[in-house]
């Protein structure tokens, strides 16, 4: 596998990621490309923050009573008070890039009143903050060992639970996380 452009794929922290943050999280890739690394965390919800509180908090009227049960996720560290939805469908919100055929990043407030309504969008997630990596930096923490790849997969990444998720990504590439020693990636 290359790791020239790692768009719609998955990051499965090692069990001995040295970064606190981010032991046994699953990171999303929505945009790798000449100057660094986006993701957002998709495995780590915080449970006292539903999205229709979060909406109300924006002035959104929630007519949908289901998304005041939804749960927001830690997208990451950085910018942990700025929003980020994640869903299916094609970017046709005002501030939206699709990542790929089926899946899209979305940052403006239309969507959020769309996600308030129930109208317009299917699976998504709203994530506070998101992971960033500098040009070159993810590539040597692959290297290392720090991080396993798997490629993006709709299931995975709206479907599975939420505890599930880090596991389940690593058994898809046939790693069983309690046998995974600390050299990977060395000979």
């Known amino acids: 596998m290359t790791l020239d452009n790692l768009t719609h794929h998955f990051l499965i922290a090692s069990p001995n990621m040295p970064d606190e943050r981010f032991a046994?999280?699953?990171?999303?890739?929505c945009r790798h490309d000449?100057?660094?690394v986006l993701g957002l965390v998709v495995n780590r919800p915080i449970l006292e923050t539903r999205v229709g509180m979060l909406l109300e908090n924006l002035d959104i009227d929630v007519s949908d009573q289901s998304v005041m049960q939804d749960l927001a996720l830690d997208g990451g560290p950085?910018?942990?008070e700025v929003g980020f939805?994640?869903?299916?469908?094609?970017?046709?919100?005002?501030s939206s890039f699709a990542i790929s055929e089926n899946v899209c990043i979305t940052t403006s407030k239309d969507i959020l009143e769309?996600?308030?309504?129930?109208?317009?969008v299917g699976h998504y997630h709203l994530c506070l903050g998101h992971a960033s990596w500098f040009k070159g930096q993810l590539e040597k923490e692959i290297n290392q060992g720090d991080w396993l790849v798997?490629?993006?997969?709709?299931s995975l990444l709206f479907e599975i639970p939420f505890e599930e998720r880090w596991r389940h990504a690593a058994e898809?590439?046939?790693?069983d996380l309690d046998f995974l020693s600390d050299d990977i990636g060395h000979a």
């Open 114 to 120: 769309r996600i308030a309504a129930g109208e317009g």
């Open 172 to 175: 898809k590439i046939g790693v």
């Open 150 to 154: 798997s490629p993006g997969d709709l």
């Open 34 to 36: 000449k100057h660094g």
């Open 24 to 29: 046994q999280t699953l990171v999303y890739i």
């Open 78 to 80: 950085v910018y942990p």
């Open 85 to 94: 939805v994640l869903h299916t469908g094609q970017p046709t919100w005002a």
